[in-house]
């Protein structure tokens, strides 16, 4: 099994549980913890960044084991990120982990791990309501 499946499948297993039962950080911005904490379940060591997506997106962007993908339609088991900071307008950043058709991630409402955005959704809010751009990062396969 490669890298992006282990992740996918990690992940969806995670369907609506809360990841990060201990909230280090409020469920309303708990999206980079519960990436951390899926990818550190699967792999051994959390991707990086912490808690907020701005610092997760420099992490991944150096990270030895994912590539930046430039795509319209992402392969399962790959990292979303539109980064807090990084748009011009007041929306709070996002990350989640690419499924067939949906894209899973944190339930800032709920604290659960959930999948509400498709690609289309996750764009029109984050990129074009927001401002923010949106990264796709392939686990690379060793």
């Not at 990818?39 to 991707?47: A, D, L, N, V």
């Not at 959930?114 to 401002?131: H, P, S, V």
């Amino acid at each position: 099994m490669n890298k992006s499946d282990e992740l996918y499948f990690g992940a969806y297993r995670c369907m609506g549980v809360d990841i990060t039962p201990k909230d280090y950080v409020a469920d309303t911005v708990g999206c980079a913890e519960a990436v951390n904490a899926i990818y550190k379940s699967i792999f051994g060591k959390p991707i990086g960044g912490g808690a907020s997506t701005a610092e997760m997106y420099r992490a991944l962007c150096k990270h030895p084991d994912f590539e930046q993908v430039f795509c319209d339609i992402p392969e399962r088991g790959w990292i979303v990120i539109s980064p807090t900071g990084y748009g011009n307008g007041n929306l709070r950043g996002h990350v989640g982990i690419t499924g067939k058709t949906h894209i899973m991630s944190n339930d800032s409402n709920t604290g659960k791990w959930d999948a509400k955005f498709t690609i289309e959704t996750w764009r029109n809010y984050y990129t074009k309501l927001g401002g923010i751009p949106t990264y796709f990062f392939k686990p690379i396969n060793s």
